[in-house]
């Protein structure tokens, strides 16, 4: 057989259920057409959560699956084929058997991937398929070992959680009896609500809209298709109320399994699992206050050649990419609808004041750039709410979307603009802690920067126009220009001078190059150096 003209990649997901391949065919411009979506249910993790171990029978189903689905993909011509396994694989003390066996029967090579890998192509998938311009979403995937929740502003990925509250996983654990009985659906109830709240405790933000991939989720909006129209087809983009979830739960779970079997819209081999995963799309949107639930079709298959399609386009991207990174970052912060002027008038102030101090207290080169790209994003996170803006910054800074930064570029950026405001970076916040030392420094003195360089544009007037340092062994002096008397903005610069002060063991004096002693007196504040202002 020929090699076709055009790109076609393979995407194999083992999940703990069901195995999937899609094989699709990219155009140049990075869309594609999808030629072949098979699936296998062959319950790899059947009596995984008892034993701990896959069985021989599931591995033998699940191999070969694999088998047929290679030769599949091959037959269609496929330049790459890459096969992924999620929670029963990466949690089976025989995984990495499974995986050998893989490779030396078909010479399929598995990567596992961990939950936080397994949510970010979840919400590739979402990402691609809907758009909800820039509001609070909950992204849910649910497969038989584990649920990967994403909490998101639009395509902004703000918190990622990973539950152990998959289908056949709570099948297995809780549900014993047919039909159910009372005592197992309250087991079940309490288990899931309990981790919930372990796990995600309070939501940081409101969301209406819940966004689910998985089985269950087509499963859910097959039925409910079915029941109002009769027909079913496909359920990608479906909608459905909270309300109609747990009214099709309640019919679920006092039927037989039988009975299930006969129901509209649920295919018979999803009749023993299809309580639990629905019990926990049902649970999970209560607790997120969700009143709407989509289904997305997709899912981590579907992020896998989204994946790799943009990780073969990296390398165009790469040769036509603006050689000032910073376009990247602003690129990014655009999808915040960020505040342009003030962020990048921070930015500037806050490199004068980098370079000021850089020589006289040894700061890396390479900060200059950290600290940039943290002063225009400083802000991001105004677009989950106010009062916490500088903790969303972190997170969205963390999942988002930076291609010219290394991952530790990333994670610094994300720390200095988290540490803008409020609190001082402290070995006990998770995020500041899991630094190496010499960057838990670097964040300090970057920050200190950036909350001065903040203060200096208070009024988001970009009134103070450039910045003079002196620095002596007692103090910093710095004389900042303005064409009138920048009184909000030294007052404000003063007040957030604690950080800064302490890191570089200096008392910071600012005042306008312009005014007489009692103007800059009257900026002055006490500073206790509790971190604890805005």
Known sequence: MSEPDQLRLGAIDIGTNTIRLVVVEVEDDGTYRVLENEREMTRLGHGLYESGRLSEESMELSLQALGRMKTIAEGLGVTELQAIATAAVREASNGRTFRRRAERQHGLRIRVINSREEARLAFLSFARQFSLDGRPVAMVDIGGGSVEVVLAAGTLIDRVYSLPLGALRLTEGWLHNDPITKKDWSRLKKTIDNTIKRRIGKPPFKVQTLVGSGGTFSTLGSIAKSQREGNIGSVQGYSLSRVQAVEILRRLRQATIEERRQMGGLSPDRADIIVAGIAVIARLAKHLGCSEIRVNEGGVREGLFLSMIAERRKGKRAAAAISDRMEWVRKFARKSHWNEAHCEHVAN???????????????????????????????????????????????????????????????????????????????????????????????????GILRVADGLDRAHAQSVTSIACHVNKNRISMRVEAEAPPQVELWDANRKAGLLEKVLDRRLELEWAGADAAAVLETRVDRPGTGRKS
């Not at 994670?411 to 070995?427: G, Q, S, T």
């Open 349 to 447: 102030l806050s490199i004068q004041i980098f370079d000021c101090l850089q020589q006289k207290f040894d700061l890396p080169e390479p900060g200059r750039e950290i600290l940039q790209a943290a002063a225009l994003l400083h802000d991001i996170g105004y677009l989950i709410g106010h009062a916490k803006h500088h903790k969303h910054a972190y997170h969205l800074i963390m999942y988002g979307d930076l291609p010219a930064f290394s991952a530790r570029e990333v994670e610094l950026i994300a720390n200095v603009a988290r540490y803008h405001r409020r609190a001082f970076p402290k070995k006990s916040h998770t995020n500041f802690a899991r630094l190496q030392k010499s960057d838990r420094r670097l964040v300090r003195n970057l920050s």
